[in-house]
T-cell receptor
Framework: IAGITQAPTSQILAAGRRMTLRCTQDMRHNAMYWYRQDLGLGLRLIHY???????GKGEVPDGYSVSRANTDDFPLTLASAVPSQTSVYFC????????????FGPGTRLTVL | KNQVEQSPQSLIILEGKNCTLQCNYTVSPFSNLRWYKQDTGRGPVSLTIMTFSENTKSNGRYTATLDADTKQSSLHITASQLSDSASYICVVRVVRWGKLQFGAGTQVVVTP
């Protein structure tokens, strides 16, 4: 089934630990995005990639890093997790950067203790 | 301050009834506005998209309206069903950078 997959579905993590959230899409979309969703707030962009090999910072990039080695995969890494990074993380993709519908993955619920 | 404000934050409606959700935005210049539906534990899914020149767009029992002059949009749900229970998110795209501005969403609960 075409779409976006994310892993893990949920994770509880001790503060200070390193964590990588995985995202894979099979729609051959050029652009990919990472958002976090917190209660009472709209989705906020963490990092984005307009095409394989390029990445950019979004609205809330501090404490996160990304890479885009190929078209399909866009992992998000928390180098040293802190409790304020407790959130639900969504990966999304779109055919064109800055245009078109963004398709979202099912999300990863991350709790940092 | 969020540039996309949604109201109400939540509402409960009886199955079969209609409801209207509101979205006010200050984003400028404006490219398009989408309404997304987000089921609990899932990612958002697009319902409708409207550009500057469109006033109304329907998708089944969902009808979105847009007044670009007053910067207001609404989403009307007709004859609600239990499956309509979800969060509805208003998303506005800024012209220059293609950046998206997300509202916080309206949580709708449809009860039997």
């Amino acid at each position: 089934i075409a779409g976006i997959t994310q892993a893990p579905t949920s994770q509880i993590l001790a503060a200070g630990r390193r964590m990588t959230l995985r995202c894979t899409q099979d729609m051959r979309h050029n652009a990919m995005y990472w958002y976090r969703q917190d209660l009472g707030l709209g989705l906020r962009l963490i990092h984005y990639s307009n095409t394989a090999g390029t990445t950019g910072k979004g609205e809330v990039p501090d404490g996160y890093s990304v890479s885009r080695a190929n078209t399909d995969d866009f992992p998000l890494t928390l180098a040293s997790a802190v409790p304020s990074q407790t959130s639900v993380y969504f990966c999304a993709s779109s055919g064109l950067a800055g245009a078109g519908e963004q398709f979202f993955g099912p999300g990863t619920r991350l709790t940092v203790l | 301050k969020n540039q996309v404000e949604q109201s109400p934050q939540s509402l409960i409606i009886l199955e079969g009834k209609n409801c209207t959700l509101q979205c006010n935005y200050t984003v400028s210049p404006f490219s398009n506005l989408r309404w997304y539906k987000q089921d609990t534990g899932r990612g958002p899914v697009s319902l409708t998209i409207m550009t500057f020149s469109e006033n109304t767009k329907s998708n089944g029992r969902y009808t979105a309206t847009l007044d670009a002059d007053t910067k207001q949009s609404s989403l009307h749900i007709t004859a609600s069903q239990l499956s309509d229970s979800a969060s509805y998110i208003c998303v506005v795209r800024v012209v220059r950078w293609g950046k998206l501005q997300f509202g916080a969403g309206t949580q709708v609960v449809v009860t039997p």
